[in-house]
């Protein structure tokens, strides 16, 4: 049986699962929608499937099963709600909500749902982090340490509604708490903006347990793009490169 699925929001990241889904097994895609007409349009003839300017034609057609929401953070509580009120698993790109009562809020409805809700962490699924994830399973390099990541480049002019920690380093966090396998004593940062309306970049140090540290540096300053995350353990050191895998 097939899962259908409707996308709402048809701009990059829009564009990038209701390409998925047409190359998914299993998956129908039977709808997409956007507050711009001519997204909508654009990406539903490209699929061939229906298309709207109206997010209700796919958050309450009891014909979709999923929902993939792929619009600015600050719609993301209002759509997901709406859509799991309706009985509609939810696949929410990060940052989840604009701040933690609103995650709450979506996951207490996801409950009384009964229904599925999850966050776009793609960089987790990133053959080389799942490598990361299987040697430090292993032990390779015995007891992790120290973290550093660098996620840093030009702004990629499609973000109005964050700053580079929701936008970028959100996934360092991620994936660094994940390797260490508990949540920080302790957080610190600098931040700053330069040429942009929120934060552009942004250094955070995070404690742990044990004395164990990761350093996360972000921004959308940088001309050359990188995307690496050094892991260092008591007995061996794994290098990661996000963009090569």
Known sequence: MEVKVGVVGCGSWGRN?????????GVELVGVADLNPAAAREVGERYGVPYY??????LTDPGVQ????????I???ELGLKALENGKHVLVEKPMASNVAEAEDLIRAAERSHRWLT???VERFNPAVQEAYRRVAAAEIGDVILAHSRRVSRSPG???DVGVVKDLAIHDVDIINHLIGVMPESVSAVAGRIRHRYEDYANI??????DRNAFVETNWLTP???RTLTVTGTEGIINVEYTTQ
């Open 17 to 25: 699962h209701a390409r998925v889904y047409k190359e998914l097994p």
């Open 53 to 58: 300017a109206d997010s209700g034609k796919i």
């Open 66 to 73: 999923l929902v993939s929401i792929c619009t600015p953070t």
């Open 75 to 77: 719609t993301h509580t």
């Open 119 to 121: 966050v776009g962490f």
């Open 158 to 160: 499609r973000i109005g």
């Open 205 to 210: 140090n995070m404690l742990y347990e044990d």
């Open 224 to 226: 050359r793009r990188i």
